[in-house]
Nanobody, 121 residues
């Protein structure tokens, strides 16, 4: 089992910046990758950015050059934790959405509850 939880959403003016985080814990050694998806109001969920354990990244065309995905592993004697970030710069009103974190195993996806990002014009 893997647990994921997002944090850091909020209200930001257009052209502002925001960083959101996702903490993954549990059996993270088996993950193929992690990613950020978002669901704008009245629209379907869409991929924003993904990252593999080898730090190979992929971005949606709409966020290339503005968003940066990164991750950090912290392994202690008692547990392992991965924290994934999404640094969002030059935000636009169309970036307003609920942002979801996902952790991917070969046969299962683990989704967080989502964090709201609202960009005011």
């Amino acid at each position: 089992q893997v647990q994921v939880a997002e944090s850091g959403g909020g209200l930001v003016p257009a052209w502002g910046s925001l960083r959101i985080s996702c903490a993954a814990s549990g059996r993270i050694s088996g993950l193929q990758g992690m990613g950020w998806y978002r669901q704008p109001p009245g629209k379907q969920r869409e991929m924003v950015a993904t990252i593999t354990p080898d730090a190979v990244v992929k971005y949606a065309d709409s966020v290339k050059g503005r968003f940066t995905i990164s991750s950090h592993n912290a392994i202690s004697r008692h547990n392992a934790k991965n924290t994934m970030y999404l640094q969002m710069n030059s935000l636009k009103p169309e970036d307003t959405a609920v942002y979801y974190c996902v952790a991917v195993e070969p046969n299962r996806h683990y989704w967080g509850q989502g964090t709201q990002v609202t960009v005011s014009s």
